[in-house]
C-alpha cells in the first residue's frame, strides 16, 4: 500500500520547478509561461497604479476644497425692515461668531462679505470674487498658511489686497502693482447708483493649489470690504472651520442652535457632494473593469496549463504508476500555475509602487517628450497629477490578481489529476 505524503511536499516542489524551467523542445511551455507572468505583471501594475492615481486625485480635490473653503458656511435667512427691502445681512455678526465658536469640535470662525468685481489693468480686465476677511482670519486658511509659491507679504494685507495667481497671470500684474476693482454697486445717489471704482495695491499673489479658485479669488480687508460693498455694520455669512470635516453633518444641529434664529448652513459636502458621488462611481467603474483585465491576464495561465499538461502525458503517466497519487498530480500543476501568478503580482506591485512614488519625474519626462500641455489645470482643476499610495489599495489588488490565479489553476490542475495512466502511456 502507497503511503501517503504530505500536501505540496518538496518533490512536488521540484517537479514543477522543473516543468515551469523546461524549454519548449523538452516538452515545456516558457513562452507561454513569460507571456502569463507579463500579462499578469501589466495588469497588477495598471491595477495599483490607477488605484493610487485615483486615490491621489480625491485626497487633492478634498483637501484643496478644506484647505480654502470653508467646511461649513453660516447665513441668515432673508429679513425684511421697516421699509420692507430684503437682505440676508449678518449685522450680529460678532455675537453670532462668538457663540458658533464655543460649539465642541469648531475651530474657528470668520465673518465674511463676498461680492463680485471687475478687476481692471493695463487694458486688461477679468471678473473676480472678492472676500472681504480679517487678516488674522486669512492667515488661518490651511492653504494660505502652508503655502509655500506664494509671493509677497501678507503681513502687508492691511494696506491692499491679496489676488490669485491665475489672475495676476492674466492680468500681467506683480507685487506692488495696482488694480482697479469696479463694482456696480456703488455709491446711492439721488439718481441711482452709480459704478464704484477703487485702485488697491496687491500685497500678497497666492496659489490655493485649484485653478477655479486661482483664477477667481481676491482677498480684500474686512473693513475695506464692508465699505466698498455697502455693508456697513454687517457681514455675508460665517466661515466655520471644524476639527473633523468629514463628519461635519454631526454638528449641524449645534451650530444652527448656536447661530440662532433664523440660521442657514451650507457645508462642504452640500457643495462639492455631487461631484464626490461622481467619483465613487468613476472609481467603483474603473476597479470593475480593471479586474477583468486582471483576469484575462490570469486566464493565460489556463492555457499555459493546459499546453503543459498535454505534452506532459507521458511523465503523467509514469509518476502515477510510480505511486503518486492524483492530488499530488493536481498540487504540482497548481504550483505550476500559482507561481506564475505570484511572480506576476510581486513584479506588479513593485512597478506600481515604484510609479505611485516616483510619478512627478515620471509625469515630468511624458509631459516633456509630448512637448508639454499634457495636463490641463483649466481642465482638471488642480495643477499635477497626484498619486496617493494606500495600503488597503494595494492589498485589494494583490487579493485579487492571487485570488484569480489560484482559482483559475485549478481547473486544467485537476483535468492533470484525473488523467488515466494508461491512456496517457498507451503508445509510448
Given at each position: 500500500?502507497?503511503?501517503?505524503?504530505?500536501?505540496?511536499?518538496?518533490?512536488?516542489?521540484?517537479?514543477?520547478?522543473?516543468?515551469?524551467?523546461?524549454?519548449?523542445?523538452?516538452?515545456?511551455?516558457?513562452?507561454?509561461?513569460?507571456?502569463?507572468?507579463?500579462?499578469?505583471?501589466?495588469?497588477?501594475?495598471?491595477?495599483?497604479?490607477?488605484?493610487?492615481?485615483?486615490?491621489?486625485?480625491?485626497?487633492?480635490?478634498?483637501?484643496?476644497?478644506?484647505?480654502?473653503?470653508?467646511?461649513?458656511?453660516?447665513?441668515?435667512?432673508?429679513?425684511?425692515?421697516?421699509?420692507?427691502?430684503?437682505?440676508?445681512?449678518i449685522?450680529?455678526?460678532?455675537?453670532?461668531?462668538a457663540?458658533?465658536a464655543?460649539?465642541?469640535?469648531?475651530?474657528?470662525?470668520?465673518?465674511?462679505?463676498?461680492?463680485?468685481?471687475?478687476?481692471?489693468?493695463?487694458?486688461?480686465?477679468?471678473?473676480?470674487?472678492v472676500?472681504?476677511?480679517?487678516?488674522e482670519?486669512?492667515?488661518?486658511?490651511?492653504?494660505?498658511?502652508?503655502?509655500?509659491?506664494?509671493?509677497?507679504?501678507?503681513?502687508?494685507?492691511?494696506?491692499?489686497?491679496?489676488?490669485?495667481?491665475?489672475?495676476?497671470?492674466?492680468?500681467?500684474?506683480e507685487?506692488?502693482?495696482?488694480?482697479?476693482?469696479?463694482?456696480?454697486?456703488?455709491?446711492?445717489?439721488?439718481?441711482?447708483?452709480?459704478?464704484?471704482?477703487?485702485?488697491?495695491?496687491v500685497?500678497?499673489i497666492?496659489?490655493?493649489?485649484?485653478y477655479?479658485?486661482?483664477?477667481?479669488?481676491?482677498?480684500?480687508?474686512?473693513?475695506?470690504?464692508?465699505s466698498?460693498?455697502?455693508?456697513e455694520?454687517?457681514?455675508?455669512?460665517?466661515?466655520?472651520?471644524?476639527?473633523?470635516?468629514?463628519?461635519?453633518?454631526?454638528?449641524?444641529?449645534?451650530?444652527?442652535?448656536?447661530?440662532?434664529?433664523?440660521?442657514?448652513?451650507?457645508?462642504?459636502?452640500?457643495?462639492?457632494?455631487?461631484?464626490?458621488?461622481?467619483?465613487?462611481?468613476?472609481?467603483?467603474v474603473?476597479?470593475?473593469?480593471?479586474?477583468?483585465?486582471?483576469?484575462?491576464?490570469?486566464?493565460?495561465?489556463?492555457?499555459?496549463?493546459?499546453?503543459?499538461?498535454?505534452?506532459?502525458?507521458?511523465?503523467?503517466?509514469?509518476l502515477?504508476?510510480m505511486?503518486l497519487?492524483e492530488?499530488?498530480?493536481?498540487r504540482?500543476?497548481?504550483?505550476?500555475?500559482?507561481?506564475?501568478?505570484?511572480?506576476?503580482?510581486?513584479?506588479?506591485?513593485?512597478?506600481?509602487?515604484?510609479?505611485?512614488?516616483?510619478?512627478?519625474?515620471?509625469?515630468?519626462?511624458?509631459?516633456?517628450?509630448?512637448?508639454?500641455?499634457?495636463?490641463?489645470?483649466?481642465?482638471?482643476?488642480?495643477y499635477q497629477?497626484p498619486?496617493?499610495?494606500?495600503?488597503?489599495?494595494?492589498?485589494?489588488?494583490?487579493?485579487?490578481?492571487?485570488?484569480?490565479?489560484?482559482?483559475?489553476?485549478?481547473?486544467?490542475?485537476?483535468?492533470?489529476?484525473r488523467?488515466?495512466?494508461?491512456e496517457?502511456?498507451?503508445?509510448?
Open positions: 500500500m502507497a503511503q501517503k505524503t504530505a500536501p505540496f511536499a518538496p518533490f512536488e516542489w521540484m517537479i514543477a520547478w522543473r516543468y515551469l524551467r523546461a524549454r519548449r523542445a523538452e516538452g515545456g511551455v516558457s513562452a507561454m509561461t513569460w507571456i502569463s507572468l507579463i500579462g499578469i505583471t501589466l495588469a497588477v501594475f495598471a491595477l495599483i497604479a490607477t488605484l493610487a492615481v485615483r486615490s491621489g486625485f480625491r485626497a487633492e480635490f478634498v483637501d484643496t476644497i478644506l484647505g480654502a473653503n470653508a467646511h461649513v458656511t453660516v447665513y441668515s435667512a432673508v429679513q425684511a425692515d421697516a421699509q420692507g427691502r430684503t437682505s440676508r445681512l449685522t450680529d455678526y460678532d455675537e453670532r461668531a457663540r458658533i464655543d460649539v465642541p469640535g469648531v475651530t474657528r470662525v470668520a465673518p465674511l462679505v463676498k461680492g463680485q468685481v471687475l478687476a481692471s489693468t493695463a487694458g486688461r480686465s477679468a471678473g473676480v470674487e472676500f472681504g476677511i480679517a487678516a482670519d486669512l492667515m488661518s486658511l490651511p492653504r494660505m498658511r502652508d503655502a509655500e509659491d506664494a509671493r509677497g507679504d501678507l503681513g502687508r494685507f492691511g494696506e491692499g489686497i491679496a489676488v490669485g495667481s491665475i489672475i495676476a497671470r492674466d492680468l500681467g500684474i507685487i506692488g502693482d495696482r488694480i482697479k476693482l469696479i463694482s456696480p454697486e456703488g455709491v446711492r445717489t439721488a439718481f441711482g447708483t452709480s459704478p464704484r471704482v477703487n485702485s488697491y495695491e500685497v500678497q497666492f496659489s490655493m493649489g485649484r477655479d479658485i486661482d483664477r477667481t479669488r481676491v482677498y480684500m480687508p474686512f473693513a475695506e470690504a464692508q466698498y460693498f455697502n455693508r455694520g454687517g457681514a455675508d455669512e460665517l466661515e466655520v472651520l471644524v476639527e473633523d470635516p468629514d463628519r461635519v453633518e454631526e454638528l449641524a444641529p449645534a451650530l444652527m442652535q448656536a447661530g440662532g434664529e433664523g440660521t442657514l448652513l451650507w457645508s462642504w459636502r452640500d457643495a462639492s457632494g455631487s461631484f464626490l458621488r461622481a467619483l465613487d462611481i468613476e472609481d467603483n474603473m476597479f470593475v473593469i480593471l479586474s477583468i483585465l486582471v483576469l484575462i491576464a490570469t486566464m493565460n495561465i489556463v492555457s499555459g496549463l493546459i499546453m503543459l499538461v498535454k505534452n506532459k502525458g507521458r511523465d503523467i503517466g509514469i502515477r504508476t505511486g497519487t492530488g499530488s498530480i493536481l504540482v500543476f497548481f504550483i505550476c500555475g500559482a507561481l506564475v501568478g505570484v511572480f506576476g503580482t510581486i513584479f506588479g506591485t513593485i512597478l506600481g509602487c515604484l510609479f505611485a512614488i516616483y510619478i512627478d519625474p515620471i509625469f515630468s519626462f511624458v509631459n516633456a517628450v509630448a512637448g508639454g500641455g499634457v495636463w490641463d489645470p483649466s481642465i482638471r482643476g488642480i497629477l498619486a496617493q499610495l494606500r495600503l488597503a489599495d494595494v492589498l485589494s489588488a494583490v487579493s485579487l490578481s492571487l485570488g484569480l490565479s489560484f482559482v483559475v489553476t485549478i481547473f486544467p490542475a485537476r483535468r492533470a489529476a488523467m488515466n495512466p494508461v496517457a502511456l498507451r503508445y509510448e
